[in-house]
Nanobody
């Protein structure tokens, strides 16, 4: 079992920045692909970012590309999501997820952290 704990959410004005963190409970985290998802009220969960185990590869949907950056620090068992130029439509609960087999199957999820962007 791997426990994932997100932090860093909060209330920010449009145009502002936040950095989310996701701390993993196991050292084997370094071999997992990791991702961030979000879910706004009344909407389906949406993919936000993904990073390979080595950290050399990342992927983003067009909605956040150029504004969000995913990174990881394996020494700290932590993955980050730097969010810049935030927009009201970025308001959602953000979840960290782990893909142990690097097959786009997310086995472990965090509890989520709320991000609210005011206009």
């Amino acid at each position: 079992q791997v426990q994932l704990v997100e932090s860093g959410g909060g209330l920010v004005q449009a145009g502002g920045s936040l950095r989310l963190s996701c701390a993993a409970s196991k050292r084997t985290f370094s071999s997992y692909a990791m991702a961030w998802f979000r879910q706004a009220a009344g909407k389906e969960r949406e993919f936000v970012a993904r990073i390979t185990p080595s950290g050399s590869g990342t992927a983003y949907p067009d909605s956040v590309k150029g504004r969000f950056t995913i990174s990881r620090d394996s020494a700290k068992n932590t993955v980050y999501l730097q969010m810049n130029n935030l927009k009201p439509e970025d308001t959602a609960v953000y979840y960290c997820a782990a893909d142990p087999n690097n097959r786009y199957t997310y086995t472990y999820w965090g509890q989520g952290t709320q991000v609210t962007v005011s206009s």
